[in-house]
């Protein structure tokens, strides 16, 4: 069959038209070797231009198409899906980016036509080597992994349970719960947390749809969106293999280190206690001293380790409030000092439970310099004036950090951490729980510091995203663009198997050779790139297809 | 770090041989992989002797490196770990090469003890084969002076030899043969593994000595290699860099790629540069040919040295194949040092120095090469 290209330029509004003499570059391509026809259209991804697009592709018979428009990211996949209702394969299609490479980028018009020129041509140049790459259908498992059993996996698990998808809930310590469990109450409406807490975890194990698993832990993740394979080593010390769909990391945190600030005196004095300590101690019903006797005046030292770790922990400031109430009903005569150096109780209820805590007689003093010897506080006041505070109680309130396994965890499943090492999401404000590998998402304070109430809401987004993208009897498409590796030129050194991101290569010992899992590639070319032999190779992105469209964007 | 100081009889090569031969004898290797005289007597072959009676034509220090012996012993390994209990006697470049092959799964190490000695270097093949019997008594010369520590290194080796910085042991080996600091009078066995005590234990050697001797010998000779190995590179420098130099370097190149062939770092089953991958629609050549005004034909020359560079800078031992191999006498093994040399050092990479240390292409660093940003 004769092949018949079709070029269409979009002018994307003013954005190409007015840097790109668009006459111009259809004058020089259309006397190319199998153009058929080369037209320019005002803004090609609008409806009107889809349909234009469309029976275009189908009045000229046309056998590869080329579109000189905006970056493939953008509008790569629009096109290809007019394409397919065009009734041509969307792989013989070749997107030029001549708005964020040239029209935008380059001041002079003259160069840039030039440019954009050099680069449709050389789309044309390689359009000729493109496979009709076919695309396949795959299931799509609804099932989630839920790592983390605190409140945040525990929510997550009620939410996302049902007859049509199963819930593995993996924990790494022997009961469900997380660091909520020793919290006698919760602010600011100061209910047991036993009735909100119990109730849920009941629900999860009287659940059909939740399979618990207690002393566990997550070995290995691999797979994305959809098809994940993950092996969990149960409390029995088996290694069990477990397909899901998604992913949800809800691992929680760990409380900065005191010790690591030697001023104050944690671990060096008694009667210094963590804020999980004190917690402990309060549901326990013993808030005594070493010697055996009720404190008379205690001291809450906020913001443990702010400075060193480089944020608020958003929380601390609340559940001093809360302690202060403990403390209160249990020794109504109780002297508690709140010493802080910025107050946060932000929110529609916050302020009233403060102006409550205060009015009991709390104190609140703005402190610097803390530094705690025994049984006397030292400090600097706002004023520079130095203080004394005989207390004979310390409840220090440490920074929220990443639990200590979260670089492991985020090694094994492909997932960023900011720079304070908490699970980085995909995008602060427009993907919250989304990370940056599809299918895995992140909530409660694996992600950050929060509070309860915010935790639990995060749960509801993880679990919208999931019951919203991943239908029981969806299919999925996984990338035609993936890699393959030639048997025949494989010398199996392994290269391509630890450069691949995605644990999609496997070395066959009795062939020896690495062999490429066509569903979890994503064709990011890793392998094809670290071959020395070329036995590897990325469909799509051959070295034929490169070169020819390098060679003629450099003639 | 001790060794076992042992006597020096008849030669260097004869002590060494009775030792290992003692081995086969008491069954603590099953073969031993070592260069032997071919029966013409003018060349050496890698042989798997099981038959302690072919030790009498081998010979520790060959005085040419006939196939990198890394190249032997993965032709015997690379399916997997062999049945046989192996020793394998070979130069530190070779050593070299067998750990950075078996990083690449091309030789299995499980089951080879690896000994090195300490290397004076090796004759230009094309010296050699112009009068074989004069090139065994030069070489001969060529180790007395090497471990007499004498500062100058002999011309007679081959240009690259003269520059090596890694003659002597690699802690990747299970045993070294330390042959300087003493003048041939004694020579060191110095173990790196607990297996290479055990094994020589039971020939009687015991590792107690102090081989202070011999680190002062490797120091003299290394202080001397260093300063000649940057002054080489210092003058070749000029010669290669820039397209243009390097297009004048490699224009007798005939295109053979035998430096490749003989590469023991140039695993591929088939070469990039040979495949299918490299060859163009013969219209594209003549469209190269009218935009810039000329093409030389075979095309793709410098590519394929540029491409090999890249491939296996990193890998690069020095042990100069590629150069003795080459047809038209180009510097290719003196080139790729100087290359090999800064892309190492940019890695903090030192090929063939320890197994545990994964090849630079494979570890991702997200805070790294930021020599190659643009300001």
Same mark, same amino acid.
Request: hydrophobic letters at 40%; glycine letters at 6%.
């Given at each position: 069959?004769?092949?018949?290209?079709?070029?269409?330029?979009?002018?994307?509004?003013?954005?190409?038209?007015?840097?790109?003499?668009?006459?111009?570059?259809?004058?020089?391509?259309?006397?190319?070797?199998?153009?058929?026809?080369?037209?320019?259209?005002?803004?090609?991804?609008?409806?009107?231009?889809?349909?234009?697009?469309?029976?275009?592709?189908?009045?000229?018979?046309?056998?590869?198409?080329?579109?000189?428009?905006?970056?493939?990211?953008?509008?790569?996949?629009?096109?290809?899906?007019?394409?397919?209702?065009?009734?041509?394969?969307?792989?013989?299609?070749?997107?030029?980016?001549?708005?964020?490479?040239?029209?935008?980028?380059?001041?002079?018009?003259?160069?840039?036509?030039?440019?954009?020129?050099?680069?449709?041509?050389?789309?044309?140049?390689?359009?000729?080597?493109?496979?009709?790459?076919?695309?396949?259908?795959?299931?799509?498992?609804?099932?989630?992994?839920?790592?983390?059993?605190?409140?945040?996996?525990?929510?997550?698990?009620?939410?996302?349970?049902?007859?049509?998808?199963?819930?593995?809930?993996?924990?790494?310590?022997?009961?469900?719960?997380?660091?909520?469990?020793?919290?006698?109450?919760?602010?600011?409406?100061?209910?047991?947390?036993?009735?909100?807490?119990?109730?849920?975890?009941?629900?999860?194990?009287?659940?059909?749809?939740?399979?618990?698993?207690?002393?566990?832990?997550?070995?290995?993740?691999?797979?994305?969106?959809?098809?994940?394979?993950?092996?969990?080593?149960?409390?029995?010390?088996?290694?069990?293999?477990?397909?899901?769909?998604?992913?949800?990391?809800? =691992?929680?945190?760990?409380?900065?280190?005191?010790?690591?600030?030697?001023?104050?005196?944690?671990?060096?004095?008694?009667?210094?206690?963590?804020?999980?300590?004190?917690?402990?101690?309060?549901?326990?019903?013993?808030?005594?001293?070493?010697?055996?006797?009720?404190?008379?005046?205690?001291?809450?030292?906020?913001?443990?380790?702010?400075?060193?770790?480089?944020?608020?922990?958003?929380?601390?400031?609340?559940?001093?409030?809360?302690?202060?109430?403990?403390?209160?009903?249990?020794?109504?005569?109780?002297?508690?000092?709140?010493?802080?150096?910025?107050?946060?109780?932000?929110?529609?209820?916050?302020?009233?439970?403060?102006?409550?805590?205060?009015?009991?007689?709390?104190?609140?003093?703005?402190?610097?310099?803390?530094?705690?010897?025994?049984?006397?506080?030292?400090?600097?006041?706002?004023?520079?004036?130095?203080?004394?505070?005989?207390?004979?109680?310390?409840?220090?309130?440490?920074?929220?950090?990443?639990?200590?396994?979260?670089?492991?965890?985020?090694?094994?499943?492909?997932?960023?951490?900011?720079?304070?090492?908490?699970?980085?999401?995909?995008?602060?404000?427009?993907?919250?729980?989304?990370?940056?590998?599809?299918?895995?998402?992140?909530?409660?304070?694996?992600?950050?510091?929060?509070?309860?109430?915010?935790?639990?809401?995060?749960?509801?987004?993880?679990?919208?995203?999931?019951?919203?993208?991943?239908?029981?009897?969806?299919?999925?498409?996984?990338?035609?663009?993936?890699?393959?590796?030639?048997?025949?030129?494989?010398?199996?050194?392994?290269?391509?198997?630890?450069?691949?991101?995605?644990?999609?290569?496997?070395?066959?010992?009795?062939?020896?050779?690495?062999?490429?899992?066509?569903?979890?590639?994503?064709?990011?070319?890793?392998?094809?790139?670290?071959?020395?032999?070329?036995?590897?190779?990325?469909?799509?992105?051959?070295?034929?297809?490169?070169?020819?469209?390098?060679?003629?964007?450099?003639? | 770090?001790?060794?076992?100081?042992?006597?020096?009889?008849?030669?260097?090569?004869?002590?060494?041989?009775?030792?290992?031969?003692?081995?086969?004898?008491?069954?603590?290797?099953?073969?031993?992989?070592?260069?032997?005289?071919?029966?013409?007597?003018?060349?050496?072959?890698?042989?798997?002797?099981?038959?302690?009676?072919?030790?009498?034509?081998?010979?520790?220090?060959?005085?040419?490196?006939?196939?990198?012996?890394?190249?032997?012993?993965?032709?015997?390994?690379?399916?997997?770990?062999?049945?046989?209990?192996?020793?394998?006697?070979?130069?530190?470049?070779?050593?070299?090469?067998?750990?950075?092959?078996?990083?690449?799964?091309?030789?299995?190490?499980?089951?080879?003890?690896?000994?090195?000695?300490?290397?004076?270097?090796?004759?230009?093949?094309?010296?050699?084969?112009?009068?074989?019997?004069?090139?065994?008594?030069?070489?001969?010369?060529?180790?007395?002076?090497?471990?007499?520590?004498?500062?100058?290194?002999?011309?007679?080796?081959?240009?690259?030899?003269?520059?090596?910085?890694?003659?002597?042991?690699?802690?990747?080996?299970?045993?070294?043969?330390?042959?300087?600091?003493?003048?041939?009078?004694?020579?060191?066995?110095?173990?790196?593994?607990?297996?290479?005590? =055990?094994?020589?234990?039971?020939?009687?050697?015991?590792?107690?000595?102090?081989?202070?001797?011999?680190?002062?010998?490797?120091?003299?000779?290394?202080?001397?290699?260093?300063?000649?190995?940057?002054?080489?590179?210092?003058?070749?420098?000029?010669?290669?860099?820039?397209?243009?130099?390097?297009?004048?370097?490699?224009?007798?190149?005939?295109?053979?790629?035998?430096?490749?062939?003989?590469?023991?770092?140039?695993?591929?089953?088939?070469?990039?540069?040979?495949?299918?991958?490299?060859?163009?629609?013969?219209?594209?050549?003549?469209?190269?040919?009218?935009?810039?005004?000329?093409?030389?034909?075979?095309?793709?020359?410098?590519?394929?040295?540029?491409?090999?560079?890249?491939?296996?800078?990193?890998?690069?031992?020095?042990?100069?194949?590629?150069?003795?191999?080459?047809?038209?006498?180009?510097?290719?093994?003196?080139?790729?040092?100087?290359?090999?040399?800064?892309?190492?050092?940019?890695?903090?990479?030192?090929?063939?120095?320890?197994?545990?240390?994964?090849?630079?292409?494979?570890?991702?660093?997200?805070?790294?090469?930021?020599?190659?940003?643009?300001?």
């Amino acid at each position: 069959m004769e092949e018949k290209i079709g070029v269409y330029i979009c002018e994307c509004g003013p954005n190409i038209a007015e840097n790109v003499d668009i006459d111009k570059v259809i004058n020089v391509v259309s006397s190319l070797p199998s153009v058929g026809i080369v037209e320019r259209h005002k803004l090609l991804c609008s409806e009107d231009g889809k349909k234009f697009l469309k029976q275009s592709i189908q009045e000229h018979g046309l056998t590869r198409l080329v579109i000189a428009a905006c970056s493939p990211k953008q509008h790569e996949a629009t096109f290809m899906k007019v394409c397919e209702e065009a009734g041509l394969n969307p792989h013989l299609f070749q997107l030029v980016n001549i708005r964020e490479q040239c029209a935008w980028i380059i001041e002079d018009k003259e160069r840039a036509t030039d440019r954009a020129t050099r680069y449709v041509r050389a789309a044309l140049r390689r359009i000729p080597y493109h496979q009709p790459l076919e695309k396949r259908e795959i299931d799509c498992n609804p099932d989630v992994l839920v790592i983390g059993g605190g409140i945040t996996g525990i929510e997550t698990s009620l939410l996302l349970a049902g007859p049509d998808r199963k819930v593995y809930l993996v924990e790494k310590t022997s009961f469900l719960g997380g660091k909520l469990r020793e919290f006698e109450k919760l602010a600011p409406g100061m209910e047991s947390t036993d009735k909100l807490l119990k109730h849920k975890i009941k629900n999860v194990e009287e659940s059909e749809n939740i399979k618990v698993f207690t002393n566990a832990e997550v070995k290995g993740v691999i797979g994305f969106l959809g098809n994940f394979i993950a092996v969990v080593k149960t409390g029995e010390n088996e290694e069990l293999e477990i397909k899901v769909g998604s992913v949800v990391v809800a =691992t929680g945190f760990d409380l900065f280190d005191p010790t690591k600030i030697p001023r104050y005196g944690y671990s060096k004095f008694d009667d210094v206690y963590t804020s999980l300590e004190f917690e402990k101690m309060n549901l326990n019903g013993k808030i005594l001293l070493k010697n055996g006797q009720p404190p008379k005046s205690i001291a809450i030292i906020h913001c443990v380790g702010r400075e060193e770790r480089g944020y608020c922990s958003a929380v601390c400031c609340s559940y001093s409030l809360k302690f202060a109430r403990y403390l209160k009903a249990r020794f109504p005569d109780v002297k508690v000092s709140n010493l802080y150096t910025e107050l946060s109780v932000p929110g529609k209820v916050y302020q009233k439970f403060y102006e409550e805590t205060k009015a009991m007689g709390v104190d609140f003093i703005r402190a610097r310099e803390i530094e705690i010897k025994e049984k006397v506080i030292k400090y600097l006041t706002e004023d520079e004036k130095e203080q004394n505070l005989a207390v004979d109680m310390v409840i220090l309130t440490p920074a929220i950090q990443p639990s200590s396994d979260a670089s492991k965890l985020a090694e094994m499943l492909k997932i960023s951490q900011d720079e304070k090492g908490f699970f980085a999401e995909e995008h602060e404000k427009l993907g919250p729980v989304s990370t940056s590998m599809e299918g895995i998402f992140i909530a409660g304070c694996a992600q950050g510091p929060r509070n309860i109430a915010d935790s639990i809401i995060q749960a509801e987004a993880v679990a919208g995203k999931i019951l919203s993208s991943i239908i029981p009897g969806k299919k999925l498409e996984p990338e035609a663009r993936t890699s393959e590796i030639s048997e025949a030129l494989c010398i199996g050194c392994q290269t391509c198997l630890e450069v691949c991101a995605y644990g999609a290569i496997y070395f066959d010992e009795i062939k020896r050779v690495s062999v490429v899992n066509e569903i979890l590639c994503r064709g990011c070319g890793n392998c094809a790139a670290s071959c020395p032999s070329g036995a590897a190779s990325l469909k799509h992105f051959t070295a034929t297809q490169i070169h020819q469209e390098v060679v003629e964007a450099l003639r | 770090m001790k060794g076992a100081r042992v006597a020096v009889k008849d030669s260097i090569e004869k002590t060494v041989l009775n030792i290992l031969s003692k081995a086969i004898d008491k069954k603590l290797f099953d073969v031993i992989l070592i260069p032997i005289m071919v029966p013409a007597g003018d060349s050496y072959a890698w042989v798997l002797a099981q038959d302690k009676s072919l030790l009498d034509s081998a010979s520790s220090l060959p005085p040419i490196m006939s196939v990198q012996g890394a190249k032997a012993l993965s032709s015997v390994t690379r399916m997997g770990k062999t049945n046989k209990k192996i020793a394998a006697l070979m130069r530190p470049c070779e050593i070299r090469a067998v750990i950075e092959l078996s990083k690449l799964s091309q030789i299995e190490l499980d089951n080879i003890f690896l000994i090195s000695m300490d290397c004076p270097g090796v004759l230009p093949l094309k010296d050699w084969l112009k009068d074989p019997t004069k090139g065994i008594n030069s070489f001969r010369k060529v180790i007395q002076r090497f471990v007499d520590g004498d500062p100058e290194p002999d011309q007679s080796v081959r240009p690259v030899c003269t520059i090596c910085h890694r003659f002597y042991d690699s802690s990747a080996v299970d045993l070294h043969i330390g042959i300087l600091g003493k003048k041939g009078e004694y020579i060191f066995f110095i173990p790196h593994t607990t297996q290479a005590e =055990t094994i020589f234990a039971e020939l009687g050697l015991s590792f107690k000595d102090d081989i202070s001797h011999w680190q002062n010998g490797v120091d003299e000779v290394l202080k001397q290699r260093k300063k000649k190995r940057s002054l080489v590179q210092e003058e070749l420098k000029p010669e290669v860099i820039g397209l243009d130099k390097l297009l004048d370097t490699f224009s007798n190149c005939i295109n053979c790629h035998i430096c490749q062939s003989v590469c023991p770092i140039c695993y591929c089953r088939q070469c990039y540069f040979d495949s299918d991958k490299v060859k163009q629609p013969p219209d594209d050549y003549l469209m190269r040919a009218e935009s810039k005004g000329n093409i030389s034909l075979p095309p793709d020359k410098i590519l394929f040295h540029l491409g090999r560079m890249s491939h296996m800078a990193l890998s690069c031992v020095g042990c100069g194949a590629c150069e003795d191999a080459c047809p038209m006498s180009i510097k290719v093994a003196q080139i790729f040092s100087l290359i090999a040399d800064r892309s190492q050092e940019l890695f903090n990479y030192i090929p063939g120095e320890s197994l545990e240390e994964p090849l630079p292409l494979r570890v991702f660093e997200e805070d790294e090469l930021h020599e190659v940003e643009t300001p």
